[in-house]
T-cell receptor, first 114, second 111 residues
């Protein structure tokens, strides 16, 4: 119940295309869903986050879509650029047993081809 | 403003040794969390501290311990190192419980 499942494991997109990464969770107590971007040798950087009271949140080229009934959320990267090539992690937290504890997906390696 | 800082950047230790990793949170943040990231996997939660009190502990053995100081910096200690402890150790700071900002990590290699 504590897992966050992320797909695909890897993704190749052409420059200018849309990158879509999906995550699914089981614990209905989760109430915070962030996405992180990680470059090799660096720590994860917070990209965008959403709470279950909204179905979509957009910041620049990055959009989170959230489906509470399906317990799924996704990251859309519009107009993907070679500089977006990195590993992306979804995460979730919330509930009395998970105070402050982020549970991460396995990660998606994105390659944007010029 | 300075982000989360961690030291050292890299560390090589031998099996059975002890290691101490250090973290300074973003100014004004009172909470620090520690995560272990094995190559090719997502970070795994180890501890969270808020106002010097432990608020959460992940599924790690008692060889792992941590503490937070009055200036909100933190140390992660690992005793009796095993080869499997080789990983990137990440510190995250938060002003509010949910939003966590990660440092660059400490790469620990156990030989």
């Amino acid at each position: 119940q504590q897992q966050v499942k992320q797909s695909p494991q890897s993704l190749i997109v052409q420059k200018g295309g849309i990158s879509i990464i999906n995550c699914a969770y089981e614990n209905t107590a989760f109430d915070y869903f962030p996405w992180y971007q990680q470059f090799p040798g660096k720590g994860p950087a917070l990209l965008i986050a959403i709470r279950p009271d909204v179905s979509e949140k957009k910041e620049g080229r990055f959009t989170i879509s959230f489906n509470k009934s399906a317990k799924q959320f996704s990251l859309h990267i519009m107009d993907s650029q070679p500089g977006d090539s990195a590993t992306y992690f979804c995460a979730a937290s919330g509930g009395s047993s998970n105070t402050g504890k982020l549970i991460f997906g396995q990660g998606t390696t994105l390659q944007v081809k010029p | 403003d300075a982000g989360v800082t961690q030291s050292p950047t890299h560390l090589i230790k031998t099996r059975g040794q002890h290691v101490t990793l250090r973290c300074s949170p973003i100014s004004g943040h009172k909470s620090v969390s520690w995560y272990q990231q094995v190559l090719g996997q997502g970070p795994q939660f180890i501890f969270q501290y808020y106002e010097k009190e432990e608020r959460g502990r992940g599924n790690f053995p008692d060889r792992f311990s941590a503490r937070q100081f009055p200036n909100y910096s933190s140390e992660l200690n690992v005793n009796a190192l095993l080869l499997g402890d080789s990983a990137l150790y990440l510190c995250a700071s938060s002003g509010q419980v949910d939003e966590q900002y990660f440092g660059p990590g400490t790469r620990l290699t156990v030989t």
